[in-house]
């Protein structure tokens, strides 16, 4: 009896230095880590380098489709088809296996404090609420759209005993230019919402690069690179179906996706002397941000993208099977290589 008593004695002795040395790991895995020698020039070519390769993904699809009209079925059309259901998959990929699963480990972190650490699908609570309120969105541009066509009706329809005949046919030939400008507009909402999702995730990854170690930056720095490239494919050619006139709202939204990412760099490199990627705020912010851009993306992939441009696409259904082929290839192809980049970025 005295002996057993001894060793609980014992046990309940050294039960607070057990404690202590978690508290201690805990701490440790949420100190700011040390960045060793910082290599500024380097850090700083590395926003160059994602910027020059965002260019080039974003402009390329872009200038194909615009230096000189192309027919259906030509060489120009059918890599602009390929680029665009490749991005299609690029973007997919994005959302299940760079931001979701990062923002399912975040949420998880023993760096998070108070109700945060108390629920494990904060991460799929925040990709819901931006699908909804991304589904809100597009009912609330549908429903104004139709009421700008029922007031079009409205002020174009009169008394036909006045009128010929010509001016009847050309109210239907107005009434169909009306409904093609408003299919436009929706078409354009789902380009610039897949553009704030883009965008957001974009801020998040150039910020983990400045502040990331030498041992893993130069790696990180490559896989970075071919994301942002596919990255820049995927919304360049989805920027082509907004179908404007002149160059300048093209280069508005390309270019914002193309300095997000260096700015992202830029914002890094200038705290990386006091930021701790592993604070409870960071970890926080870039947990919420990467689940509401894996909403966006998820919602825009599945309902604005696959669904309407193939189940529910008549031109594409009745398309000839190769054709059809070519674009399931190119999305899976695309899908692929953005989940192989996972491993590193």
């Not at 050294?14 to 790991?25: I, T």
């Not at 990627?277 to 993306?297: E, F, K, M, T």
């Given at each position: 009896m005295e002996k057993l008593l001894?060793?609980?004695?014992?046990?309940?002795?050294?039960?607070?230095?057990?404690?202590?040395?978690?508290?201690?790991?805990?701490?440790?895995?949420?100190?700011?880590?040390?960045?060793?020698d910082y290599n500024m020039p380097f850090r700083i070519g590395s926003l160059f380098i994602i910027l020059a390769t965002s260019s080039v993904g974003t402009f390329i699809p872009m200038i194909l489709h615009r230096i000189q009209p192309y027919s259906e079925g030509s060489f120009r059309e059918w890599v602009l088809t390929v680029g665009k259901f490749f991005g299609t998959g690029v973007i997919l990929a994005t959302a299940f296996i760079h931001m979701l699963p990062e923002s399912l480990e975040q949420f998880s972190s023993p760096c998070l404090t108070g109700g945060w650490a108390?629920?494990?699908?904060?991460?799929?609570?925040?990709?819901?609420?931006?699908?909804?309120?991304?589904?809100?969105?597009?009912?609330?541009a549908a429903s104004y759209m139709d009421s700008l066509r029922e007031k079009r009706s409205l002020s174009n329809s009169g008394s036909?005993?006045?009128?010929?005949?010509?001016?009847?046919?050309?109210?239907?030939?107005?009434?169909?230019?009306i409904f093609e400008e408003d299919e436009k507009a929706f078409r354009n909402v789902g380009v610039m919402m897949l553009e704030l999702g883009i965008v957001m995730h974009s801020i998040?990854?150039?910020?983990?690069?400045?502040?990331?170690?030498?041992?893993?930056?130069?790696t990180l720095l490559i896989a970075l690179v071919f994301h942002?490239?596919?990255?820049?494919?995927?919304?360049?050619?989805?920027?082509?179906?907004?179908?404007?006139?002149?160059?300048?709202?093209?280069?508005?939204?390309?270019?914002?996706?193309?300095?997000?990412t260096p700015i992202g760099v830029a914002i890094g490199i200038g705290i990386h002397s006091s930021f701790n990627?592993?604070?409870?705020?960071?970890?926080?912010?870039?947990?919420?941000?990467?689940?509401?851009?894996?909403?966006?993306?998820l919602y825009n992939a599945y309902v604005s993208l696959m669904s309407a441009e193939i189940n529910h696409n008549i031109k594409f259904r009745r398309s000839p099977l190769l054709r059809k082929c070519?674009?399931?290839?190119?999305?899976?192809?695309?899908?692929?290589?953005m989940a192989l980049l996972g491993k590193w970025a």
């Open positions: 001894f060793a609980f004695l014992l046990l309940w002795s050294f039960l607070p230095l057990v404690v202590r040395a978690q508290d201690v790991v805990e701490e440790d895995e949420c100190s700011r880590e040390d960045l060793g108390n629920y494990g699908a904060f991460a799929g609570v925040f990709c819901m609420i931006a699908s909804f309120a991304l589904q809100l969105l597009e009912l609330a036909f005993s006045q009128d010929d005949i010509e001016k009847v046919d050309h109210g239907h030939a107005h009434g169909a230019l998040i990854i150039g910020i983990t690069l400045a502040n990331t170690g030498n041992d893993e930056f130069v942002q490239f596919f990255e820049g494919v995927a919304l360049g050619t989805r920027i082509n179906e907004m179908e404007h006139k002149s160059w300048t709202r093209p280069l508005l939204l390309g270019g914002a996706f193309i300095i997000m990627p592993n604070s409870s705020s960071a970890v926080l912010a870039s947990a919420i941000l990467d689940s509401l851009s894996a909403g966006i993306l070519v674009c399931f290839l190119s999305m899976y192809v695309g899908a692929g290589l």
